[in-house]
């Protein structure tokens, strides 16, 4: 139980007084009443002795008597009405609440910190009221009237013949058979006179001398003079006086009957009238208990529907809302009681309670205990022998105890008044009263012994219940508290007696005992055990008390306390008391929240919502419906739609008390803050025909960390070429879609009149699905003037201002069950400024759903079914994000701080050039190499001139503009006829062997020296883009050289010509997904032709071996390849003719099919080659068809510059490795077997598609750089390397050679043999057969070479010997010579057989060094061929 002012040893003597009736005549009463009070009210402050009193006991033992109280009350003669107590009950609870400073409990049990309010002064209340307004019964004397006092006046003619009318009154209501109440202790009762004296207005004298007239009539002990009013009203106001009645007279008192509806009701029998209420009387045990229902037909917990007071008719607890006594006392505050009284009255008055006491009173009770103690032992000899003799005669020996439930029907047994056993009770609570506690509790016990002999056990119960109080109340603690003694009189009283009053009232002196002694676990049984469906109000408050038990154990039960404290709101609600009922649920509440008791939760939220409602208690209402949808609900979708609808028709509510006030913030949808999306610009536009519009940022692209920083490192190339190859330090790439991975750590730029997307990402966590109608953002804006400075006024604009801000607005937008949605939302910003996004706007409501559920009946208004759809309600939700996580510096790292994230704060800047590209016949398939025909469209879309426009792209071997010299781009007339994309000129037949020249530099295709090939200008007339204005421009797209499907990103670069502080360029995105299918694979290499002599006599030509293969799949419905020309680009070679002709013209490849192609290749000429830093390639062409296509023009030379550059790029990470300190040496050997040819492949393909015929056409390249190593078209794929095994000991640092490759230095000089092929030598004439050989040593070097040629065979091995060994060089066998640059030089050598055969001439061994080096860098030289000679004899 919580923790009480009194404790059981003062509560226990103050609820059990003497009690004493006041029978006043009219005048006496008047008097009083001038201070707003009747006399019995006059005295109530002052009916404690401030003193100890002693009296005697029958022994003549002297009796201390400490803090005696007596309770003074109007004689009042019909029982009170079983209604008026319980309405006066109700009352006193509801009107005793928890003070709002009240400091709470903190108890800590286990994890749970609980806020309990320690103290319940409504219980306290209600069980001061109900144990004073217990009414008097017939089985027990404790509140019978002891004494009468009569009052009378002074101001009367005849004050002694008033006080004999009094005293006649008095004897005829206690000793008349009228009048069955109130009850009397003794039949003569103490009568006490007194004389009221009206100071202010009243004979002093005269009342003096009425008072001696008193006393010789009387006696001193029994009369007494009260002065009061020693004032006039009107002076009341002059002085304060203290009130001390008021605290009594809140409390409403069970006489004050006028007060009450029911009115007088006359009694005929002891039958009360009232026959659908509980008698309050032990006695009508006929009055049935109908009217109460007794069985769960509802929900224990269920809240039924007429909880509220003013539809309830029925229930004992619901007392009709009379006007109460002290409502109407509060409702007129400006009475004050005792207004005519002074402190000496006060003082008047205290002393006339203590004479009373001491002299009239106590001696009274101590005469009536001798007279009572005397009749007992006179009487016990003879009475009790002669009862107990009289039942032995007509019932045999033995009485058989029977047990409480035989006896059931016994308890209607009533004894006459003069009967023993009454006289031993009587004297039980007469020595109860004055604190004789040990007398009280032998009398009690022998008075118990006898009830239950008789089989009295409303009696017996009495007797138990008054023993076992007068056990624990004894000094020194004799004998244990006998609690059994207590539970038989609670089961006697309820069970057998059917009197519930009595049953309480032993309960609530019970459970206070046991508290005292800690005994908590047995004193929330005793109260539990007393929970009937009869009265909801004691229920509540006794289950209330029962959680406060298992809270303060010493191990406190929390989950107990919450069970209880649960059942008690219940029970509170139920008995109208919405203010305890709120009260409970929310303490209970603590316990479970949290937990994961989902569903304990929500009953319990759902239940503070309804009474918080009913209070009108609006915001409590919301918080607590908000806290059912916010959590995460495992209740049925209709469960959830019930609840959503009462949280809507409360929300509505609130709204319409303030309707101007802010919007609220509503719990649901949920929203992501930090998936928030802002995109600024407009939407893409679709496809339309043939053009397809740049892809650029949309909201529906994915956010991919790689793409993005690749996007960034293209604008950074192209603003660093802009900027003379430096980013500027002010430099920020671009982002049009803010999300949670971008960097939003600065203001976003936006454009004026270019809409702003927010994409708010909702999600319902309910099963029932939300409809959003007038969804809109909600923004602050704070415009600039054209100057760029803030207005004087910042002005909060939100939704209101169009012309500043267009908002769009979702006229509905349903998120249905568990599902998450985005929203996309637009601002059309109209004017520059600062603008921040707060958050969304909209009205919450459900689409229609069911009526009820689970009997929880919608609160009233709440309209459910179809017309839910207009049930919404307007608010908001704010958009908060939080930034990412600052870890940069010490302080940071060591403390939680966050950066700011401002993708919702755009700065609005001024109008920019907008540029839409939209690309026209873009192919999405492409064979590897293949050159197609498209047109890119630039469009500019807003109202300003754009300049600068340039395109970057990773891939510039892609796609070209064409060159920039008109000249190359134009179109020939014969391929457009054919709708060729290269440009060509129609040939004669005589010249196909050989090779067509022409020049052109790579500076015309944007491939210069030192220039960034993949930033690529975009050739606009006049370089400006007007408003409104579309350019049109060829694009020639080539496919890439590896199958599979590419991604490519371009990215689009322009400015403003007007030059912007804030915005200095735009870019606009595209990515072009091509997928390749395999076409054809080329080979080439080149190698030294050992025929010395070209056209010009001088040596240098090449073999150029071209293998070309069919490697498509046929998916592509290729029928087959044509070879159409094979060209050449160099700056030092060309191609001359082809070697291998064969008959058929056309090289036509089908699938699978290799073709072999062999050209010679020679120099170009000395003034071809002199403008060589001009980047001036020769371009020869080799036609295989009757058209030449004019390779030095758009777009074969642009593809080929930019494969070329693209391959440069890749190969010069590699040169960087090189050591810087390779001699000059070894660089001019390296230079010799180096060549810089490069072959073009085209073909043509015929493709079906669709029945239908079309000619595709391409080019591969090959570049060649080495002599004897072979090139590819495409990149061949590498084979894994096979797993080395560890090894476990460092490698030998050692250092890279700087001598040259063997492969270099056989290519210093080339050799060649000069010999007729076969010869005729008679051998029987002679027998020595000489032939001359002419050796040539070409210099192929542009240095000095030192040359050594050795004649002499090597004879390593055997088999050698055999073959060398038959013939022999005659003369010189080693010679020295020195080769100027690129010299040739002829050797005449003789060679001599002696046997026919055919010989191997190339056993000549040279050895080459340079000559201005040291070092002699030796090797023999191998000859690739063996030169063969065939002897014949004649």
Not at 512 to 523: D, G, M, P
Not at 1027 to 1055: C, K, M, T
């Amino acid at each position: 139980m919580a923790q009480c002012v009194q404790s059981v040893q003062e509560l226990i003597p103050d609820s059990f007084v003497p009690c004493v009736a006041a029978l006043c005549s009219d005048d006496a009463e008047r008097l009083t009443r001038l201070n707003h009070l009747s006399f019995a009210e006059l005295l109530k402050p002052f009916t404690r002795l401030t003193s100890e009193v002693h009296m005697r006991d029958p022994n003549n033992q002297l009796h201390i008597i400490k803090n005696l109280k007596i309770a003074v009350s109007n004689i009042i003669t019909q029982p009170p009405q079983p209604g008026a107590i319980r309405k006066l009950l109700s009352d006193v609870v509801s009107g005793s609440q928890p003070a709002d400073g009240l400091v709470a409990n903190v108890i800590t049990a286990g994890d749970y910190d609980l806020n309990i309010s320690a103290t319940t002064p409504w219980f306290e209340s209600y069980r001061e009221t109900f144990l004073q307004s217990m009414p008097a019964s017939d089985h027990e004397f404790l509140n019978h009237y002891l004494a009468c006092m009569l009052v009378a006046s002074s101001s009367e003619a005849e004050p002694m013949e008033q006080f004999g009318k009094l005293s006649q009154e008095q004897h005829r209501i206690q000793h008349n058979n009228d009048y069955s109440y109130p009850k009397w202790f003794i039949p003569n009762t103490l009568k006490y006179y007194v004389l009221l004296h009206d100071v202010s207005a009243g004979d002093e004298q005269r009342a003096e001398s009425i008072y001696e007239e008193m006393k010789q009539k009387y006696g001193t002990q029994g009369c007494y003079l009260l002065k009061i009013n020693s004032r006039t009203s009107n002076q009341a106001s002059d002085e304060q006086i203290p009130d001390p009645w008021s605290q009594y007279l809140q409390k409403n008192s069970i006489q004050n009957q006028e007060s009450y509806e029911d009115g007088p009701c006359t009694i005929s029998s002891n039958k009360n009238s009232d026959s659908n209420l509980l008698s309050l009387d032990g006695l009508d045990n006929e009055i049935k208990v109908d009217g109460l229902p007794n069985n769960f037909r509802a929900h224990p917990l269920q809240l039924d529907s007429s909880s509220d007071p003013s539809n309830n008719i029925d229930g004992p607890d619901h007392v009709k809302p009379a006007s109460s006594l002290h409502e109407a006392k509060k409702a007129n505050p400006g009475i004050i009681h005792g207004a005519c009284l002074t402190l000496t009255d006060h003082d008047r008055i205290r002393q006339f309670v203590q004479e009373f006491t001491f002299r009239g009173l106590l001696p009274h009770i101590e005469k009536t205990i001798r007279q009572l103690n005397d009749q007992l032992i006179s009487r016990k000899g003879l009475s009790r022998s002669l009862f107990s003799a009289t039942k032995k005669w007509f019932s045999g020996s033995k009485v058989p105890e029977k047990s409480i439930n035989e006896l059931k029907n016994t308890s209607g047994l009533l004894y006459p008044p003069e009967a023993p056993e009454l006289q031993i009770r009587k004297m039980a609570d007469l020595c109860f009263l004055v604190q004789h506690y040990d007398l009280a509790y032998s009398c009690y016990h022998t008075a118990k012994k006898d009830f239950l002999n008789d089989q009295a056990m409303l009696y017996a119960a009495g007797a138990l219940e008054m023993a076992a109080v007068s056990a624990f109340l004894q000094q020194g603690a004799a004998r244990p508290y006998p609690a059994h003694y207590m539970d038989t009189a609670i089961q006697t009283y309820r069970d057998i007696c059917k009197n519930m009053i009595l049953a309480e009232r032993c309960v609530l002196l019970s459970a206070e005992i046991l508290k005292s002694q800690s005994k908590y676990s047995e004193a929330a049984a005793l109260l539990i055990r007393l929970t009937s469906e009869d009265s909801d109000l004691r229920s509540a408050l006794l289950l209330e008390q029962a959680a406060h038990c298992f809270i303060n154990m010493k191990s406190p039960m929390v989950r107990k306390y919450a069970f209880h404290m649960i059942l008690a709101g219940h029970r509170f609600s139920k008995a109208g008391q919405k203010k305890h009922a709120l009260r409970c649920y929310c303490q209970a509440m603590q316990v479970y929240k949290g937990k994961g008791w989902s569903l304990a939760e929500d009953h319990i939220n759902f239940t503070i919502g309804r009474q918080s409602y009913t209070l009108r208690q609006l915001d409590n209402a919301v918080s607590a419906f908000r806290h059912i949808l916010i959590n995460e609900s495992k209740q049925s979708a209709a469960q959830q739609g019930s609840f959503l609808r009462e949280y809507l028709y409360v929300y509505k509510n609130v709204s319409q008390l303030s309707p101007d006030g802010p919007l609220p913030q509503l719990p649901l949808p949920y929203i992501n803050s930090s998936a928030t999306r802002v995109f600024f610009g407009h939407d893409r536009r679709p496809a339309d025909g043939e053009k397809q519009a740049a892809t650029h940022v949309s909201l529906d692209q994915e956010y991919d960390n790689e793409s993005s920083q690749q996007w960034r490192e293209l604008e950074e190339q192209v603003v660093a070429l802009v900027n003379k190859g430096v980013i500027p330090p002010n430099f920020h790439p671009t982002q049009y879609c803010l999300n949670s991975f971008s960097d939003n750590s600065r203001f976003p730029l936006a454009v004026v009149e270019e809409p702003i997307t927010v994409e708010v990402a909702f999600r319902n966590p309910l099963k029932v699905p939300l409809l959003l109608t007038n969804l809109s953002l909600l923004w602050k804006f704070q415009p600039k003037d054209c100057s760029g400075k803030n207005d004087e006024e910042v002005k909060e604009l939100v939704t209101s201002e169009p012309e500043m801000i267009g908002t769009e607005v979702i006229s509905e937008f349903l998120i249905n069950s568990e599902e998450s949605k985005v929203a996309r939302l637009k601002l059309f910003p109209h004017h520059i400024g600062e603008l921040h996004i707060l958050g969304v706007v909209y009205n919450l409501g459900t689409i229609q759903g069911s009526t009820t559920v689970d009997g929880i009946g919608a609160l009233p208004g709440c309209h459910t079914g179809k017309q839910s759809l207009s049930m919404s309600v307007r608010g908001r939700q704010d958009l908060e994000i939080q930034g990412p996580r600052l870890n940069s510096t010490k302080e940071e790292k060591t403390s939680i701080t966050y950066g700011p994230d401002r993708r919702l704060d755009p700065i609005i800047v001024e109008e920019m050039p907008l540029l839409e590209v939209f690309f026209i016949h873009f192919p999405t398939g492409l064979l590897c190499g293949e050159i197609r025909k498209a047109y890119v469209e630039f469009v500019n879309v807003s109202k300003c001139p754009l300049t600068g426009l340039k395109v970057v792209c990773k891939r510039p071997e892609f796609f070209t503009f064409g060159g920039n010299t008109t000249a190359l781009t134009p179109l020939s007339p014969s391929a457009s006829e054919n709708c060729s994309a290269y440009k060509t000129v129609v040939t004669e037949s005589t010249s196909v062997c050989t090779a067509l020249t022409s020049s052109a530099s790579s500076v015309d295709f944007g491939i210069g020296i030192g220039s960034q090939p993949e930033v690529i200008p975009v050739p606009l007339p006049d370089t400006v883009l007007l408003p409104g204005a579309s350019v049109q421009l060829p694009l020639w797209l080539r496919g890439p050289d590896e199958e599979g499907v590419h991604e490519i990103n371009f990215l689009f670069y322009y400015e403003s010509v007007k030059k912007l502080p804030k915005i200095r360029h735009r870019i606009l995105r595209h990515t072009a997904v091509i997928c390749t299918s395999r076409s054809l694979n080329a080979r080439a290499t080149v190698c030294r032709s050992n025929s010395l002599e070209d056209e010009e006599g001088r040596g240098g030509n090449m073999l150029v071996f071209v293998d070309v293969e069919n490697i498509n799949t046929s998916e592509a419905g290729v029928k087959e390849f044509h070879i159409v020309q094979v060209s050449s680009s160099s700056k030092h070679w060309k191609l001359q003719k082809s070697v291998n002709l064969s008959e058929n013209k056309d090289a036509k490849l089908g699938s699978r099919e290799k073709g072999k192609f062999c050209f010679k290749a020679i120099r170009c000429k000395e003034k071809e080659v002199a403008t060589q830093s001009s980047e001036e390639y020769t371009f020869a062409d080799i036609i295989f068809g009757n058209e030449q296509i004019i390779s030095s023009a758009s777009p074969c030379a642009d593809f080929f510059y930019r494969s070329l550059s693209s391959e440069l790029k890749k190969a010069q990470p590699s040169a960087h490795t090189e050591k810087q300190s390779v001699e000059d040496a070894v660089r001019l050997i390296q230079k010799c077997s180096e060549v810089d040819l490069n072959v073009v492949v085209l073909w043509k393909a015929y493709v079906v598609e669709d029945s239908k015929q079309l000619i595709l056409e391409g080019q591969h390249h090959v570049i060649l750089h080495t002599v004897g190593k072979e090139a590819y078209s495409s990149p061949q794929k590498q084979e894994p390397p096979e797993m080395e095994p560890l090894k476990f000991f460092r490698p030998e640092n050692t250092a890279v050679s700087s001598r040259p490759s063997v492969e270099q230095l056989s290519s210093l000089i080339k050799t060649s043999l000069h010999y007729p092929e076969s010869l005729n030598h008679p051998f029987h004439q002679k027998s020595l057969c000489l032939v001359p050989v002419t050796l040539l040593l070409s210099n192929c070097s542009k240095a000095d070479v030192d040359v050594i040629v050795d004649l002499r065979h090597k004879t390593t091995s055997p088999e050698s010997l055999e073959i060398h060994g038959s013939f022999t060089w005659l003369g010189q066998t080693q010679y020295k010579l020195q080769l100027k640059s690129e010299e040739i030089h002829s050797l005449q050598l003789k060679a001599c057989f002696v046997h026919t055969g055919v010989y191997n001439l190339g056993t000549p061994r040279v050895f080459a060094k340079l000559s201005d080096q040291v070092t002699v860098f030796e090797t023999s030289q191998q000859n690739s061929m063996p030169a063969l000679i065939i002897i014949n004899n004649v």
